[in-house]
């Protein structure tokens, strides 16, 4: 059974940083791909960040390009993502997941609790 489990979200000022991890299980997790991903209220859950099995190759959104950096630790079993420079509207609880197809970001079918990102202007 797939377990994930986000935290490290919080409340920050406009410009700040943040880090989230996530443990997961349930997977051999350095078999597959991980990405985070976010909802924002009122909105459809969306991808942020992804990383590949080994950690060789990361893509991002562009709306977060330049600001996160997603990194795997896969002894750990932890995916993490750091965030800088944050904006109002990054706003959002933030997920992670196993990525099911790495071409098409596909995540895998059941979600964590997510983590509470939230970025006062």
């Known amino acids: 059974q797939v377990q994930l489990v986000e935290s490290g979200g919080g409340l920050v000022q406009a410009g700040g940083s943040l880090r989230l991890s996530c443990a997961a299980s349930?997977?051999?997790?350095?078999?597959?791909?991980m990405g985070w991903f976010r909802q924002a209220p009122g909105k459809e859950r969306e991808f942020v960040a992804a990383i590949s099995w080994t950690g060789g190759r990361t893509y991002y959104a562009e709306s977060v390009k330049g600001r996160f950096t997603i990194s795997r630790d896969n002894a750990k079993n932890t995916v993490s993502l750091q965030m800088n420079g944050l904006k109002p509207e990054d706003t959002a609880v933030y997920y992670c997941?196993?990525?099911?197809?790495?071409?098409?970001?596909?995540?895998?079918?059941?979600w964590g609790r997510g983590t509470q990102v939230t970025v006062s202007s």
């Open positions: 349930g997977r051999t997790f350095r078999n597959y791909p």
């Open positions: 997941n196993f990525l099911n197809d790495w071409s098409t970001k596909e995540p895998y079918g059941s």
